[in-house]
Structures are given as C-alpha cells and as structure tokens.
C-alpha cells in the first residue's frame, strides 16, 4: 500500500460541500470533492474527463491547526453581468454570503493499491498543469501543496501520524490532533465523493473522527522544488 501525503495550508481556505444559491459553506477540513479537483487541477483533467481512478483512493485528513470561520458578505455584478436569458442586468446586483476558514493546517493522505498513479500525482503536484486552489479560486496556497518526501510507503494512517507537524509556532504545538478518516462503517455521512463534475454529482461517503497523539516535531517538513 502507498500513500500520497499533500499539505493544505494558505490565509483562507473553503471546503464547502452543501452550498446553495447565496450562502456559500465551507466545512472545518479537506472535502473529498474538493480534494479530487485539486488532483485533477495537478494533472490537466478537463471536467468532462473521468475522475474514478482518483475518487477510489481512500482518503484521511489530519488537522495541524484548527482554522477559524470567517463570513464574507460578497457583491458581484457591478457594472451589470450576462443573465441565461442573453440579457445584460444593470439594475440589480448579485449579494451572497461566503464562509471561509482562516489560518489553518491540514496534512491529506491518500491512499490506493495504484502505486504509479499515486507517483504521477506526486510528479504533477510538484509542477501542476492548472494552478491549485484551496476549494475555491479565491483560496490560494500558502506553501507549497508538493512534499518531496510526500510518497510514503507506508498505510495511510501510519503514515499521517508519522508525519511532523505542520504548525510554525511552536506556541499552538497542540496535545493531540483531530483526524477524519475514510471508513466504510463510520458513523457520519458526508456528501463529497466526486462522480462527475461535468455534472456536478456526488454521493455520500463514511467517515469517523477521533483523537491522536500529536505528530513528532522534527526539521521541517521537506518542500524544496530546486
């Protein structure tokens, strides 16, 4: 078994799986979904292109730091936007509420039988085909997605607890971390596993939660793209 480790760390991140018209959520970690589109943001997936291969891989996250929600009151159309009618609006503009979560880190293991899948993804992470976002475009990364040493040889969950911390302060050096977990038979149903984006279809997935020991501090995690 192999695992792919990624480090999602930036000023604001979104990972909103239930998001209707002007109320845009976001969740307290990496949705599969978004996760996946990263993925195939990395290799130039367009999104009519299959996305199976990558939705199979089994999927847990480990929070380094717990982020903080912010709300946004969002404005668009100033200056009038195309309607689907063809129509160009002016009167009116379009308000919407956005939650974003700040100042968090998470380490997302991916795990599959594939190993040379699992090496392609680390190859194109390093240097993506499109620009990765953090769930939404406004989301960029504030390090680097890419570990060198991000290809693991190890089960995922040995793997993510093996891993050094993520934090820089040593200050919010935490006694245990939260981890979400892929799991057939968890008790909580979240509906981001990826089927189509062309379509924008989903279907729910298991996950468990719970507490571990936090992860060793040792030299910084190896992110070097010389």
């Given amino acids: 078994m192999t695992t792919l480790l990624l480090r999602l760390v930036g000023p604001l991140q ?13 969740g307290r970690e990496p949705s599969k979904s978004g996760v996946v589109g990263l993925l195939a943001a990395a290799l130039g997936r367009t999104r009519d292109r299959p996305v199976d291969d990558l939705a199979a891989l089994r999927m847990a996250v480990r929070v380094d730091q717990e982020g903080r929600i912010l709300r946004d009151w969002h404005v ?4 009038g936007y195309l309607k689907a ?15 974003y979560l700040t100042d968090a ?6 795990e599959g039988d594939d190993a040379d899948l699992l090496a392609r993804l680390h190859v194109a992470l390093r240097d993506p ?5 953090l769930g939404r475009k406004a989301c ?3 390090e680097p997605v890419w570990l060198c040493d991000g290809l693991q040889p190890d089960a995922l969950l040995d793997a993510l607890k093996d891993y050094p911390w993520l934090g820089s302060d040593p200050r919010k050096y935490p006694e245990r971390v939260r981890l ?3 799991d057939a038979d968890g008790p909580e149903v979240r509906p981001d596993q990826p089927l189509s984006f062309a379509e924008r279809q989903f279907a729910p997935r298991r996950v468990r939660t719970c507490l571990v020991d936090a992860p060793p501090i040792k030299e910084a995690p190896c992110t070097s793209l010389d």
Avoid: C, H, K, M
């Avoid at 129509?87 to 503009?93: G, K, L, Y």
């Fill in 140 to 142: 960029v990364p504030g």
């Fill in 14 to 26: 979104a990972w909103g799986v239930q998001s209707r018209f002007a109320v845009r959520d976001t």
């Fill in 85 to 99: 009618s063809g129509a160009v609006e002016r009167a009116n503009v379009i308000p919407s509420t956005r939650y």
């Fill in 76 to 79: 668009a159309g100033v200056g």
């Fill in 129 to 133: 085909v499109w620009p990765l976002f």
């Fill in 105 to 110: 880190r998470f380490l997302v293991g991916l």
């Fill in 180 to 182: 979400v977990v892929e």
